[in-house]
T-cell receptor, first 107, second 111 residues
Framework: NAGVTQTPKFRILKIGQSMTLQCTQD?????MYWYRQDPGMGLKLIYY???????DKGEVPNGYNVSRSTTEDFPLRLELAAPSQTSVYFC??????FGEGSRLTVL | QQPVQSPQAVILREGEDAVINCSSS?????VHWYRQKHGEAPVFLMI?????EQKGHDKISASFNEKKQQSSLYLTASQLSYSGTYFC????????????FGKGTKLTVNP
């Protein structure tokens, strides 16, 4: 039982680079979310999806993009990485199941 | 709208009780509670859906007052393993599907 799998777990980017955080779930949940968590802060919603083909913006969507072509996968794309995007990113399935997190540093 | 949690931090001795509050300025459909230990992902504790509902397991319980748009998490006879940061996540009435989290309450339980 994998639950929610995020890759990579750690990544260092240079300013202006792009990358995709992968998220896969094996629980067949329709709802999936991407949150970011800055040190000592709560979780901020970036994007969410209520099903394949449907995505919507959360509280802090600028600088990110998502797609949801299948129920299982919900990748988060960072375009033109900025230091402000240094954070820990969590993918969530069904509002209950968190992935282990992806720690991203932009230098 | 981000829910407001209080207190921001609390320090207990093992065996003592604590209450963590979560308030929203908007009408709520549900409240979720999570605990996060340092360096780990948040772990789901419980979800409350109806006004006045109270749920719990073991020595951790919660109430949800739909009219006041607030929820409280009760930790009784705290154990060392209760240490961590507690987050409430709220979903606004109408099924917006967005779960918005508070900033968290850091709980430290000392021997």
């Amino acid at each position: 039982n994998a639950g929610v799998t995020q890759t990579p777990k750690f990544r260092i980017l240079k300013i202006g680079q792009s990358m995709t955080l992968q998220c896969t779930q094996d629980m067949n949940h329709n709802y999936m979310y991407w949150y970011r968590q800055d040190p000592g802060m709560g979780l901020k919603l970036i994007y969410y999806s209520v099903g394949a083909g449907i995505t919507d913006k959360g509280e802090v969507p600028n600088g990110y993009n998502v797609s949801r072509s299948t129920t299982e996968d919900f990748p988060l794309r960072l375009e033109l990485a900025a230091p402000s995007q240094t954070s820990v990113y969590f993918c969530v399935a069904g509002e209950l199941f968190f992935g282990e997190g992806s720690r991203l540093t932009v230098l | 709208q981000q829910p407001v949690q209080s207190p921001q931090a609390v320090i207990l001795r093992e065996g003592e009780d604590a209450v963590i509050n979560c308030s929203s300025s908007k009408a709520l459909y549900s409240v979720h509670w999570y605990r996060q230990k340092h360096g780990e992902a948040p772990v789901f504790l419980m979800i409350l859906l109806k006004g006045g509902e109270q749920k719990g397991h073991d020595k951790i319980s919660a109430s949800f007052n739909e009219k006041k748009q607030q929820s409280s998490l009760y930790l009784t006879a705290s154990q060392l393993s209760y240490s961590g940061t507690y987050f409430c996540g709220t979903e606004r009435k109408g099924g917006s599907e967005k779960l918005v989290f508070g900033k968290g309450t850091k709980l430290t339980v000392n021997p």
